[in-house]
């Protein structure tokens, strides 16, 4: 299997566990446990009734008639926005809330960037009553109030990340600063980054998107295969779940969409492929923005899940093979794109989303195409900076 991880957490040069001595222990626990418990029956039954009963899945598999009109192809939305919480973020806070409590933690630590992953950490800290604590940029918090409050509503400490650009690598930073003073904590990490094994667990907890896609295509269209599949990414975690049962089918065209920003070349970006080389952050070895002495360069998008300055090293192995293609969509873009799909379709995407949508234009479609869009989350998060912008 070659887009699989080896036994040492490795997308071919990607990857491994890059950690301070103090957490060896924390990883190597996880390593020695997460497969076993995922592939428990008792795991699976579990997880399974929580994604039916509490989050709401299958998501639907929609038919966007109207988009597909407009761009002369078949066009379904994977609705990950109709998932509890608002995004797929819960996927996999499910999933890793279930092992964190097999392996008997009690509190709960996570980072954030749009505060997605946040509400959902808290959400399910809730569910089983675990102490929560989320991490969180100065600047993110003031721009994504509404998940800010969700989250003190659901009983998590929110804490600031004060320093670099005051977004979520810096919370990321925060929050395994804690872990490493608190070593007894569960971090749950919400992207397909960090050290191994998070990316590979993380991937495999949103795998559940991939394989309803392919019995809900093959129930509309008579086949599992879409023609491509088109995901926005920062860390990447919603574009792993939707690849994921299509990686080693090179016959499906995998397109992912990375934040632009004020333009690639503009300085004020968050496109990792095109701008970033080989490097370590937060744990993993993979692309990431940097300058020439190896110091990482703030990232920059509208979308507050999307300006991380790494991407995940599956996504960094999918680039570097060439297994799918990465594009890019500017702040402008992407909010045309929103604006677009609410007209045309009534659904109000998040802003991460809009960057897939954003590259429609961008691609030569074909008529009888089949193309998946996840639509990964839903815009309530994002109101005041569409308002900013709603052209009257």
């Given amino acids: 299997m070659k887009y699989q991880p080896t036994k040492e957490g490795y997308y071919g040069q990607f990857g491994g566990a890059f950690i301070p001595e103090l957490l060896h222990p924390n990883v190597l626990e996880l390593e020695d446990n997460y497969i076993k418990i ?3 029956k008792e795991f699976q039954d579990e ?5 039916k009963d509490y989050v709401g899945r299958p ?3 929609y038919l966007a008639e109207r988009l597909s009109e407009k761009y002369g192809a078949t066009i379904y939305l994977k609705r990950e926005d109709l998932n509890h919480t608002g995004a797929h973020k819960v996927n996999n806070t499910v999933g890793q809330i279930l092992i964190a409590k097999k392996l008997g933690k009690t509190k709960i630590i996570a980072e954030t960037g749009a505060g997605q992953h946040g509400v959902a950490t808290a959400t ?3 569910l089983m009553g675990l102490e929560c604590i989320v991490f969180m940029g100065e600047k993110d918090i003031a721009r994504q109030a509404p998940n800010v409050a969700r989250m003190k509503m659901l009983g998590a400490k929110v804490v600031p990340a004060l320093s670099g650009s005051k977004t979520l690598k810096d919370a990321t930073n925060e929050a395994i600063r804690y872990w490493i003073q608190h070593p007894d904590s569960y971090y749950l990490i919400g992207s397909v980054v960090g050290p191994a ?3 590979d667990m993380v991937a495999r907890l949103q795998a559940i998107i991939s394989e309803e896609m392919k019995w809900q295509l093959k129930e509309k269209t008579g086949k599992e295969n879409p023609d491509t599949i088109i995901a926005c990414v920062g860390g990447g975690s ?3 779940g939707a690849f994921y049962h299509y990686l080693e089918d090179e016959e499906v065209g995998l397109v992912a969409v990375e934040a632009g920003g004020l333009g690639v070349d503009s300085g004020e970006s968050a496109a990792t492929s095109q701008l970033g080389q080989v490097g370590v952050i937060h744990g993993s070895k993979t692309i990431l ?3 020439e002495y190896g110091q990482i360069t703030e990232p920059y ?3 507050a899940g999307l300006d991380y300055p790494g991407v995940g090293p599956l996504h960094a192995f999918l680039h570097e093979t060439k297994r799918a293609e990465f594009l890019n969509a500017t702040d402008d873009e992407a909010l045309e794109a929103a604006f677009e799909l609410t007209k045309l379709e009534g659904i109000i995407p998040a802003l991460e989303t809009a960057h897939a949508l954003a590259v429609l234009p961008k691609m030569d479609l074909k008529k009888d195409q089949v193309i998946v869009i996840n639509l990964s989350g839903r815009g309530d998060k994002d109101l005041e900076t569409y308002m900013k912008h709603l052209k009257e």
């Fill in 124 to 126: 399910v800290c809730a």
């Fill in 59 to 61: 998501t639907p598999l």
């Fill in 289 to 291: 923005m940097q300058d």
């Fill in 301 to 303: 998008s509208i979308s």
């Fill in 38 to 40: 995922i592939e428990s």
């Fill in 47 to 51: 997880y399974k009734a929580l994604l």
């Fill in 238 to 240: 919603n574009a792993a």
């Fill in 197 to 199: 094994p998070y990316p």
